[in-house]
């Protein structure tokens, strides 16, 4: 994600969908949202049906004037529904672990909005009002990464961020953690009144696997292009063959992913002499002449969850569903994390193929192969040189592994039987997380040791393009010429990576 924000114009909330160019967008420029006019009225509309369907009527509605889940069949008076509702966002915010990390906070609050600006939730335009407060004056619920099941929607999740409308629970604001009811104070505000249906309007849904989802896309284009740029490098650092990379091979195997990368580390090698001297090997191990294959694959999937996540944060996702027109309320199960659950198991198993790769190249590197010395330092012997940072790499990939087994694959029982399968879609969401913060730390490895391999290739060239990013990065991470404290340049690296902006454009089309 961005970690540079400018103040741009205000982003004005419709029915459009977002798209993940847009929402990279809204992100980078620090934009504040507003809801049109259209959304106001759509929302109003919804909640005026509600009103007066619940006054006339006497009939038992799910989550409306009903107990929630098991307790289903129990009647609720109507001069007990705000009890209700509240009561239902104070039991339901049991969550436990890790606070969930201030950006996916952010994008949770960003998306309940738009799955509320559609009308068929039955909240007040007040309370979706409140959550653009949240959003627009950097108001962050402390919401923790363990208790969803991710079929009831997020339950505890979201319960952590409704608590925060009605003045309960904790937040984050100016950096600093809170009390909400203090914030509110400060501010000169009073907590929202749950009406009829709310709670469970804000408790049901995927926000929280979406905004996860969001984020590690946006994360998975960012560091695909950054696993094709260095492994490109390695390669030059290898001394490897540009034949693997030929147009040709591709287009009798014409996967997206596949063709894309071929061409892409093309481009980075244009005008490269590394690349273009004789070799005196026939082929490159498959770490660096099978790049296409592996790199394309891990895009194709990281495409095909971009395009479920997207289907998801333009829907609408809790229960029941009231639609206006057709004059119904109906219960189902649009809550369910099934489609997300799938999705982020296939990307964390896909990008944690790219670390299994890159670290791949950095053994071959480290292994005095090809006129290069043995752990990329003068002297070895005397000097352990890039030695162990192959080890660290070696650690993490196998945790990859062990976090890479799919969570959607689970389920347990739960309300009573009532809730009877679950997708496990928030497990998988939290281990995708981990795994793709772990492939940046792989790559930034990877990144170290090709760069210092370089140096002994001197003085040929790698390309324009290469070459003037090996020496923005050199900025950051000098030569090692003989052993030293190396943590210190890992931990260098793995910033310069994060802090590198790269356009939307190049990342996803």
């Not at 509110?184 to 709310?198: A, M, R, V």
């Not at 696993?227 to 490897?240: R, V, W």
């Not at 959607?408 to 009877?420: K, L, Y």
């Amino acid at each position: 994600m961005p970690s540079k924000f400018i103040q741009m114009s205000i982003y004005t909330i419709t029915h459009q969908d977002f798209t993940f160019d847009s929402l990279f967008k809204i992100l980078l420029n620090n934009q504040k949202i507003a809801l049109s006019n259209e959304v106001i009225a759509k929302i109003q509309t919804c909640r005026n049906y509600l009103d007066q369907r619940t006054e006339k009527e006497d009939t038992p509605i799910y989550g409306i004037n009903t107990g929630f889940g098991s307790l289903y069949n129990i009647k609720i008076k109507k001069e007990n529904l705000q009890e209700l509702q509240e009561n239902l966002v104070m039991s339901h915010a049991c969550g436990t672990g890790e606070e969930v990390p201030k950006e996916i906070v952010k994008l949770m609050i960003l998306l309940k909005i738009k799955s509320l600006s559609y009308g068929y939730s039955g909240v007040q335009v007040a309370t979706v009002q409140r959550l653009v407060d949240f959003y627009n004056h950097g108001i962050y619920p402390v919401i923790y990464t363990q208790g969803s099941l991710g079929a009831s929607g997020d339950l505890a999740p979201l319960a952590h961020m409704a608590l925060a409308l009605i003045g309960k629970g904790e937040v984050y604001y100016q950096n600093k953690k809170s009390k909400a009811i203090a914030v509110y104070n400060k501010l000169g505000w009073t907590p929202i009144q749950l009406q009829s249906k709310e709670g469970l309007a804000l408790l049901n849904g995927t926000q929280f696997m979406s905004a996860y989802g969001v984020y590690l896309v946006l994360k998975s284009y960012k560091l695909k292009y950054l696993a094709d740029l260095i492994g490109t490098l390695s390669l030059e650092a290898y001394d490897g063959r540009i034949e693997p990379f030929n147009a040709l091979i591709h287009q009798i195997r014409p996967h997206k992913g596949q063709l894309k990368t071929a061409e892409r580390v093309c481009k980075f090698l244009k005008d490269s002499e590394l690349i273009a001297q004789e070799k005196e090997h026939v082929q490159d191990p498959y770490s660096f002449r099978c790049i296409p294959q592996v790199h394309g694959a891990t895009y194709d999937t990281i495409s095909f969850v971009d395009q479920t996540i997207r289907t998801e944060i333009n829907s609408v996702t809790d229960n029941p569903n009231i639609f206006v027109e057709e004059e119904r309320i109906i219960s189902g199960g649009n809550f369910h994390g099934q489609p997300l659950a799938l999705a982020l198991d296939y990307l964390g198993i896909a990008m944690a193929e790219l670390g299994s790769i890159s670290e791949r190249r950095t053994f071959q590197l480290i292994s005095g192969l090809r006129g290069l010395p043995s752990f990329l330092i003068t002297d070895s012997g005397l000097n352990s040189g890039f030695m162990i940072p192959q080890y660290t790499a070696a650690s993490i990939v196998s945790q990859n592994k062990q976090w890479a087994t799919p969570a959607s694959v689970d389920s347990i029982v739960s309300s009573n039987g009532q809730e009877d399968h679950v997708s496990m879609g928030a497990n998988a969401a939290t281990k995708a997380y981990k795994i793709v913060m772990n492939i940046q730390r792989v790559l930034a490895i990877e990144l170290m040791n090709a760069v210092q391999a370089l140096t002994y290739r001197k003085p040929k060239k790698t390309s324009p393009f290469l070459e003037t990013f090996i020496q923005t990065y050199r900025k950051e991470v000098s030569f090692i010429e003989k052993d030293e404290v190396l943590y210190k340049s890992i931990h260098k690296s793995i910033q310069f990576i994060e802090n590198l902006d790269i356009d939307i454009d190049e990342l996803i089309h």
